[in-house]
């Protein structure tokens, strides 16, 4: 199900032959830590459908977390179980009511922002990449309730 080698999760940058097979490495493991962190979420019966992924953050300098955010939708969108609302539609709907995207989705802006948006949960989350390990932590709130319905945490040491 992993996307492989393909797309790398740290920025381009001038790298010796050495970074070049570490970034190769955090590439796959961030793809399996993803894998991993869809299929719990697909297993667990959170009552949810239609979600929107939020913003992954992070302070690892380099690490693309958008790429890592558009593989988690890609992973939540092939198990055919969550219809996941665009963040470009997000944006358009939440323009016309005059309110943004940045920040973080709590429990109260999540249910404020559901009940505009018609989504029914929110994917948050941040990402790291220090010491040779990779920790994803991911959150579902559910936007009815502002109740965190699912939270995870996977880590990885590169190989």
Known sequence: MGMGGAHMALKPAKHSASKTVQRANSGQIIDQVIDEAVSDLRQRNVGVAKI??????????????????????TRLT?????????????SELLQEQSLSLSGTVDEKSAVEIGKLVGVEGFIDGYASLENNRFTL?????????GVILWAKTIERTLR
Do not use: Y
């Open 78 to 90: 092939a198990t055919n179980r969550f219809k996941v609302v665009s963040r470009e539609r997000l």
């Open 137 to 145: 932590n991911l959150v579902l709130i559910e936007t009815k309730s």
């Open 52 to 73: 929107a992924v939020w913003k992954i953050k992070s302070q690892t300098v380099g690490l693309d977390v958008e790429l890592v955010r558009q593989k988690l939708i």
